[in-house]
């Protein structure tokens, strides 16, 4: 049973526009949120996260959206360049630091 | 500059083999992991460790060990190689100072064939 899910597996963007991932999460006890980028051949890095506590973040072109009543979180990326095009993880946590992974959504920017 | 390191980098294995793959850190961080990553299932929990002489089983552990002797390393062996182990592997650290401190630090992969 997959705690973590993003359904779209890919997602294709044309430059410029904004990019809307979707995440899902069905336990209730996570209290902090995670994505990742991943590029080929690469490790997972970082990109910005949200606390339970709070509905939104924002770091420059990335906002992240969280909706705990429908256990739902977003990422927005605005405004959307080629260099964004990789896989995007979302990943939950406990509080004790172990995150759970979301299958990927891979990014497609369009020039 | 801190970084995580992984090796091999690519490694072929015939089934029934132990295999050795290497993660090192020096973020000093106490907590280290490793997972595997499959299509269709983003990564999975292989085994973690929250500091030296501490190891824990994570989600998918059988026919997986590791061992934390010093805080840099974290060697995850597989004790007889499958074909189902056949996968790309990523070694991870965070520090453990509370939810803010989940953000985890990747290697950058071991591509793991059994044959």
């Known amino acids: 049973d997959q705690q973590v899910k993003q359904n779209s597996p890919s997602l294709s963007v044309q430059e410029g526009r904004i990019s809307i991932l979707n995440c899902d999460y069905t336990?209730?006890?996570?209290?902090?949120f995670l994505w990742y980028k991943k590029y080929p051949a690469e490790g997972p890095t970082f990109l910005i996260s949200?606390?339970?506590i709070k509905d939104k973040n924002e770091d420059g072109r990335f906002t992240v959206f969280l909706n705990k009543s429908a256990k739902h979180l977003s990422l927005h990326i605005v405004p959307s360049q080629p260099g964004d095009s990789a896989v995007y993880f979302c990943?939950?946590?406990?509080?004790?630091?172990?995150?759970?992974w979301g299958a990927g959504t891979k990014l497609i920017i369009k020039p | 500059d801190a970084e995580i390191t992984q090796s091999p980098r690519h490694k072929i294995t015939e089934t029934g083999r132990q295999v050795t793959l290497a993660c090192h850190q020096t973020?000093?961080?106490?907590?280290m992991f490793w997972y595997r990553q499959d299509l269709g299932h983003g990564l999975r929990l292989i085994h973690y460790?929250?500091?030296?002489?501490?190891?824990n089983k994570g989600e998918v552990s059988d026919g997986y060990s590791v061992s934390r002797s010093n805080t840099e390393d974290l060697p995850l062996t597989l004790e007889s190689a499958a074909s189902s182990q056949t996968s790309v592997y990523f070694c991870?650290?965070?520090?453990?100072?509370?939810?803010?401190?989940?953000?985890?630090?990747f290697g950058p992969g071991t591509r793991l064939l059994v044959l």
């Open positions: 991870a650290s965070s520090e453990s100072k509370g939810p803010a401190g989940e953000t985890q630090y």
């Open positions: 973020w000093n961080h106490n907590n």
């Open positions: 460790s929250y500091g030296v002489q501490d190891t």
């Open positions: 336990n209730s006890m996570f209290d902090y």
């Open positions: 949200i606390s339970s």
């Open positions: 990943a939950a946590s406990y509080s004790n630091y172990q995150l759970i």
